[in-house]
């Protein structure tokens, strides 16, 4: 098993040029997540996907798009990307315990650095 | 939203032991642990649930005071492996937004 892969790992992109970011996964996870982590702010939520065809917005989606056509995969799309969008970025996958709003581990690809000059 | 940590930064020689905290100002469904390596991405450690159940790492432990809104995590007998960066997560509603605190970074010396 892959586990959780990101395409691409490292990217170098222009103010105002768009960009899709592919996370993928082969373990079946009905939750997947895409967060930004930046020096000294931890990780922050962008977007998450509770299963196939539902999105929804996380803590900074501003500036950020995603779909969930498949299980397995989870697209971020930057439209008009800003030097704000420097960060490195995360996928995650995981699944619920049964319990109401609790889920499992958190399963992380390698990330994504992108630098938005 | 986000927890708070504490502390920031916390340096240790090899077998002293540390605790990290996590705490939020709304209520919290579960605490989850990770712990972070330079230029890798977070490894899940640990998950504490309400009503006291655990999922464990050995030689780290860690606690879940429902009331307070609030986790410690116990790292006994520190090894060189576990220098990195800590980072609490946390779920404070159903709608299964996930916020990870800003992290403590850990440095074990010989």
């Known amino acids: 098993n892959a586990g959780v892969t990101q395409t691409p790992k490292f990217r170098v992109l222009k103010t105002g040029q768009s960009m899709t970011l592919l996370c993928a996964q082969d373990?079946?996870?009905?939750?997947m997540y895409w967060y930004r982590q930046d020096p000294g702010m931890g990780l922050r939520l962008i977007h998450y996907s509770v299963g196939e065809g539902t999105t929804a917005k996380g803590e900074v989606p501003d500036g950020y798009n995603v779909s969930r056509l498949k299980k397995q995969n989870f697209l971020l799309g930057l439209e008009s990307a800003a030097p704000s969008q420097t960060s490195v970025y995360f996928c995650?996958?995981?699944?619920?315990?049964?319990?109401?709003?609790?889920?499992?581990?958190?399963?992380f690809g390698p990330g994504t650095r992108l630098t938005v000059l | 939203q986000q927890p708070v940590q504490s502390p920031q930064a916390v340096i240790l020689r090899e077998g002293e032991d540390a605790v990290i905290n996590c705490s939020s100002s709304?209520?919290?469904?579960?605490v989850h642990w990770y712990r972070q390596k330079h230029g890798e991405a977070p490894v899940f450690l640990m998950i504490l649930l309400k009503g006291g159940e655990q999922k464990g790492h050995e030689k780290i432990s860690a606690s879940f005071n429902e009331k307070k809104q609030q986790s410690s995590l116990y790292l006994t007998a520190s090894q060189l492996s576990y220098s990195g960066t800590y980072f609490c997560g946390t779920e404070i509603d159903t709608g299964n937004q996930f916020y990870f605190g800003t992290g403590t970074s850990l440095t074990v010396i010989p």
């Open positions: 995650a996958s995981s699944y619920p315990t049964g319990l109401a709003g609790v889920i499992y581990e958190q399963f």
């Open positions: 373990m079946n996870h009905e939750y």
């Open positions: 709304k209520a919290l469904y579960s």
